[in-house]
C-alpha cells in the first residue's frame, strides 16, 4: 500500500482505488487516532456528494467506525464547507465528507476535518496512515454495548442555509442569476439560500441521478453556463464544482471570472472598508500574472504558496491573512470559515455587484489576464515518480523558461488528487507559449510516459 493521503484526503477510483474495505480500515485508524487523542469515545460527522458510490462509501466507512465504538451521525448529501461548519456546531469530534470535488463520476475521495473546522494537519493523516498500513494492528474490536451507534442527523441542510444566510448578510433583491449546482451536493442548499437572499433564480445542473456530477456543468464546464446567462439576459452566472467548495462566475456578456478575478474583487474591497488583515491576499505559484500587477497597484500585497487550497489556509492562519485562494475557485474567507466555500464566495460576490449597482462585466474588468496554456498529461502514480526524479527533464523545463527572456514563466506540477502532470506557460507572446507548451508536453511524454517508442 503506498502513499494514501494526497493534498486533499484519499482519492481514487471507486471500488478500485478506494475500495469499500479501503473505507473501512481508514474509519478504524481514523477512530483509533481520534479516541487517542481526545481520551474518549469520538462521535464523528459524515457527509457526502451525490455521486452514486457515495453510498457505499458512507456504509463501509461508518462501518470500520463503529466497529472500534466510534459513534456516527449521517448528514447525507451536503457540501464539503457544511461538515467543516457543522462539525463545530454539533460539537462533534471530527467530519468526514465522502466526495471527489470536481473530478470525474468514476472517482471518489475522502477527507476528514477536525472538531475545530480544519483539515486534519499531516501529522495526525501520517498516524492513521500507518495505522492503516500496519500488518496486525494492536486494535480491539467492539463487543456488545461497546459497538458504536448510527443515527442519521435532521436538518443538516437547513443548518447551513441559515449559517450561510447571516454570513453573508446582503440584500439581493434586483439580481437575476443563473446557478449551476453540478448535479452536486450545492444544489438543495442554492435552492434554499439565494431566493432567500432576495435575488431572481434559476438554476441549471440542479438534478443529480449519481452519475451525471460534474458532467459537461459546474465550474470545470463554464461554456454551457456562459451561453444561457447571455441568452437568457442574467446580470450574471455562477458555478459550483461537484461538493461546492468552488465558485467560478461569468458575466453579463458571458466571460469567464476565475478565482484570481474573484479573489482581486473581494480583496480589493475588503481593504476599502478596513477588513483585509495586514492588507494581505494569499495565492497560489498558478495565479496569472495580470492578477498580481492588478493587486501591487492596488496597494494589496500578495503571497505564493504551492498548488493547494490546504497551502493557502496554513499561510493564511500561520500570518494573520484574511481571504485566501486558487485560480481554479477555491477561496477561503477566514473571518467566516475554515476551509473554501462556493456559495460563501457567491454570496460575497453577489453582495458586492448589489452594493456597486454596476455590470458584472465591469468588476470583471479589473485587470487583464496574461495569456496562459495548460496541457496535462495523464500519468500513473509510477510515472509522476518517475518524472520528479529525471534531472535532464529539469533543465529542460529550465531552459524553456529561459527562452521567454523574463516575459513569462513555465510552471510544470505533479497533480496531487488526479493521474495527471500538469504543465503551465504564461506570457504575453500566445504563439511562444503555445510553442513552449507543446515542447514540453511532448519531451515528458517522451522521456516518461512512453519512453521506449
Request: contains cysteine; proline residues 2%; glycine residues 12%.
Amino acid at each position: 500500500m503506498g502513499k494514501l493521503f494526497g493534498t486533499d484526503g484519499i482519492r481514487g477510483v471507486a471500488g478500485q482505488d478506494l475500495t469499500c474495505e479501503l473505507a473501512m480500515k481508514l474509519g478504524r485508524a481514523a477512530a483509533a487516532v481520534l479516541t487517542e487523542k481526545t481520551g474518549h469515545k469520538p462521535r464523528i460527522l459524515i457527509g457526502k456528494d451525490t455521486r452514486i458510490s457515495g453510498d457505499m462509501l458512507e456504509c463501509a466507512l461508518a462501518a470500520g467506525l463503529t466497529s472500534v465504538g466510534a459513534d456516527v451521525e449521517l448528514l447525507g448529501v451536503v457540501p464539503t464547507p457544511a461538515v467543516a461548519h457543522l462539525v463545530q456546531k454539533y460539537g462533534a469530534d471530527a467530519g468526514a465528507v465522502i466526495s471527489a470535488s470536481h473530478n470525474p463520476m468514476e472517482f471518489n475521495g475522502i477527507k476528514i476535518f477536525r472538531g475545530d473546522g480544519f483539515k486534519l494537519p499531516d501529522e495526525v493523516e501520517n498516524l492513521i496512515e500507518a495505522h492503516m498500513q500496519a500488518e496486525n494492528p494492536d486494535q480491539e474490536l467492539a463487543v456488545g454495548s461497546g459497538v458504536g451507534r448510527v443515527i442519521y442527523r435532521q436538518g443538516a441542510v437547513e443548518d447551513y442555509v441559515e449559517y450561510l444566510y447571516e454570513h453573508i448578510g446582503a440584500d439581493l433583491t434586483g439580481l437575476r442569476v443563473l446557478f449551476d449546482c453540478a448535479n452536486g451536493a450545492s444544489a438543495q442548499v442554492a435552492k434554499k439560500l439565494f431566493p432567500r437572499l432576495g435575488c431572481q433564480c434559476d438554476f441549471v445542473g440542479a438534478e443529480p441521478d449519481g452519475v451525471n456530477i460534474n458532467r459537461d456543468c459546474g465550474s470545470t464546464h463554464l461554456d454551457k453556463l456562459e451561453k444561457l446567462v447571455v441568452e437568457g439576459g442574467y446580470d450574471c452566472g455562477i458555478a459550483f464544482d461537484g461538493d461546492a467548495d468552488r465558485c467560478l462566475a461569468c458575466d453579463e456578456k458571458g466571460n469567464e471570472m476565475d478565482g484570481d478575478k474573484i479573489i482581486a474583487l473581494l480583496a480589493c474591497d475588503m481593504q476599502q472598508r478596513g477588513r483585509l488583515d495586514q492588507d494581505t491576499a494569499v495565492v497560489t505559484v498558478m495565479s496569472n500574472l495580470g492578477f498580481m500587477k492588478y493587486m501591487e497597484a492596488m496597494g494589496v500585497k500578495t503571497a505564493r504558496t504551492a498548488v493547494g487550497d490546504r497551502y493557502v489556509l496554513e499561510e493564511m492562519r500561520a500570518k494573520g491573512y484574511a481571504i485566501g485562494g486558487e485560480q481554479s475557485g477555491h477561496v477561503i474567507l477566514l473571518h467566516h470559515s475554515t476551509t473554501g466555500d462556493g456559495e460563501l464566495t457567491a454570496g460575497k460576490v453577489l453582495a458586492l455587484l448589489a452594493r456597486k449597482k454596476c455590470k458584472m462585466s465591469q468588476l470583471n474588468s479589473c485587470f487583464d489576464k496574461f495569456p496562459q496554456v495548460l496541457i496535462n498529461v495523464r500519468a500513473n502514480a509510477a510515472q509522476k515518480s518517475a518524472y520528479k526524479e529525471d534531472e535532464w527533464l529539469m533543465g529542460f523545463i529550465d531552459n524553456e523558461q529561459q527562452k521567454l527572456m523574463g516575459m513569462g514563466r513555465v510552471l510544470v506540477r505533479v497533480s496531487g488528487t488526479e493521474p495527471l502532470i500538469r504543465v503551465m506557460v504564461e506570457g504575453q507572446d500566445q504563439q511562444a507559449i503555445e510553442a513552449s507548451a507543446r515542447r514540453i508536453a511532448g519531451m515528458i511524454d517522451k522521456r516518461i510516459i512512453h519512453p521506449t517508442l
